[in-house]
C-alpha cells in the first residue's frame, strides 16, 4: 500500500467522446510524476550541461517506494540545486525546478508538534533528560550515510549560517540544523517553515516576517524567524539549552504521546535516525498518528555526528 505521504500520484488518462485526451500542459504532467520522476529528468538535464549528479547516480535499482522517499529525495535535490547554481547561466532553471520540487516534498514530510493545551515545560524540569538520551544516543546504522549527507550540506553552507548567527550571537550548527528540519536546506524558503520566499509565510508562524518587501533575501527572513523565539542575544549554548530550543522551535506536543507499551515517543524533530526514536509523528500540524515513521534526520544525530567528526566541540 502506498503512504500518503510519499506523494505518489497515480493517474489515468482521461477519455473524451471516445477520441482521447487533448495533450497536456507540461505543468500537467510535471503534477502527475512521482516525484523521483521529476527530479530524475532534472538530473538528466542537468547531465546534458555537463553537471555531474553523483548522488543521484548512485541510486541504482531500488523500488519506487524506497525512490520516492523523502530521506532518498532530499540529498539528491539539494546535491543538484547546489551544483546547477554554481554552473549558472542556463542551469539557474534547473535549480528553480528542484527547489520548488523540494519545497513541495518539505511540506509533505514537515509538521509542527502542536498542542495547545500543553505549555512547554520548564527547563530545569527536563535539562537532566536531554543530556542523558542525548549522551545514550547512538545514530542508527542504517542512517549513517544520511546523516553524513546532512553533517556535509551544513558544512558547505556554514558560512551562511555564521552570517546570520554571529549577529544574533547564536551557533551556526544551531541554525543550520533548524534550517534542514524547516526547509530541507532550500534557501528560497523561510527558515520559519519553509514557505516560498515569494510570499510572507502561510503555514504557522503565519504572516512573517511582518515587515518585509517580497521577494527578499533568506538571511533576513532567517533573521526574523530566530528574533520571533527570541534566540538571539542568548549566553547559555549549552546541550541541555540547544536541545531545549531545538524542541521549543517545533513544539512539545510529543510529550503528550506513549507508544502501545505505554514507553514516551520522544520527538523526531531531535531523536529521529537514532536508537532514541523508533515510530509516532505528527503528520500534519497538530495531527498525529502513531505508526507514521519520520523520514527526517534528527537534531539530535546531526548534532551528534558534527562533533565526532570535530567540527563542532563537545557541548
Known amino acids: 500500500m502506498i503512504n500518503r505521504r510519499q506523494l505518489i500520484v497515480c493517474t489515468t488518462s482521461a477519455l473524451v467522446g471516445g477520441l482521447g485526451s487533448p495533450q497536456q500542459s507540461l505543468a500537467q504532467e510535471r503534477a502527475q510524476q512521482r516525484p523521483s520522476q521529476s527530479l530524475a529528468a532534472l538530473e538528466a538535464r542537468a547531465r546534458q550541461l555537463g553537471i555531474s549528479t553523483p548522488i543521484g547516480d548512485a541510486m541504482g535499482k531500488r523500488s519506487a517506494l524506497e525512490q520516492d522517499a523523502y530521506s532518498e529525495l532530499l540529498p539528491r535535490l539539494v546535491d543538484l540545486i547546489r551544483r546547477s547554481d554554481e554552473a549558472g547561466g542556463s542551469a539557474s532553471d534547473i535549480a528553480e525546478a528542484a527547489a520548488e520540487l523540494l519545497g513541495r516534498i518539505q511540506r509533505a514530510e514537515r509538521s509542527r508538534a502542536l498542542d495547545l493545551l500543553r505549555k512547554a515545560p520548564a527547563y530545569e524540569t527536563v535539562r537532566e533528560e536531554y ?86 533575501d533568506w538571511e533576513s527572513s532567517a533573521e526574523d524567524a530566530l528574533r520571533l523565539e527570541k534566540f538571539q542575544d542568548q549566553t547559555d549554548w549549552s546541550l541541555e539549552r540547544t536541545l531545549y530550543r531545538w524542541e521549543l522551535y517545533n513544539g512539545f506536543g510529543y510529550r503528550s504521546k506513549k507508544d502501545a507499551s505505554g514507553k514516551p515517543v520522544y520527538t523526531p524533530y531531535l531523536w529521529s535516525f537514532s536508537n532514541q526514536y523508533s515510530k509516532g509523528k505528527y503528520v500534519r500540524d497538530g495531527a498525529w498518528d502513531a505508526n507514521y515513521v519520520s523520514q527526517q534526520c534528527g537534531a539530535c544525530a546531526m548534532l551528534k555526528r558534527l562533533i565526532e567528526r570535530d567540527e563542532v566541540k563537545p557541548l
Do not use: M
Open 131 to 216: 543530556r542523558q538520551l542525548f549522551d545514550q544516543c547512538q545514530i542508527l546504522d542504517r542512517y549513517k550515510s544520511k546523516v553524513d549527507q546532512h553533517v556535509d550540506t551544513l558544512k558547505a553552507y556554514k558560512s551562511r549560517y555564521e552570517n546570520v548567527g554571529t549577529k544574533l550571537s547564536i551557533p551556526w550548527y544551531f541554525i543550520g540544523v533548524i534550517h534542514a528540519l524547516e526547509a530541507g536546506f532550500n534557501f528560497r524558503t523561510h527558515l520559519h517553515n519553509g514557505d516560498s520566499l515569494k510570499a510572507r509565510t502561510v503555514q504557522v508562524p503565519k504572516g512573517r516576517p511582518l515587515v518585509w518587501n517580497p521577494p527578499t
